[in-house]
């Protein structure tokens, strides 16, 4: 199991959405969690452009949740880092 870091922007974000949507958010973020490879490669190019080359996302409620590897903690444990959050209109 890996352990979830979280930026500024992706909690900030999370605070402006609704109960529902919040709720999927997380579910999707602990199976990130279980599974760290988990998600899709196929990020649109502004926001491969604004999160980095390495970034994965996966689907909640209508907004991507865009994440990436990061490396092993001193323990030796998985860390992957949510980057951002993004309404999947405001991409297309």
Same mark, same amino acid.
């Given at each position: 199991m890996a352990r979830l870091r979280f930026?500024?922007?992706f909690l900030e974000s999370l605070a402006g959405l609704d109960e529902r949507v919040e709720e999927? =958010?997380?579910?999707?973020l602990a199976l990130v969690q279980d599974f760290p490879g988990v998600?899709?490669?196929?990020?649109?190019?502004?926001?491969?452009?604004?999160?980095?080359?390495?970034?994965?996302?996966? =689907?909640?409620a209508g907004y991507d949740v865009l994440y990436e590897?990061?490396?092993?903690?001193?323990?030796?444990?998985?860390v992957v880092d949510?980057?951002?959050?993004?309404s999947q209109r405001a991409v297309r």
């Open positions: 930026s500024e922007e999927s =958010v997380w579910k999707k998600g899709s490669s196929l990020v649109e190019p502004t926001l491969r452009h604004a999160y980095g080359p390495a970034c994965l996302k996966v =689907v909640a590897h990061g490396e092993k903690d001193a323990d030796g444990v998985e949510v980057l951002g959050i993004v």
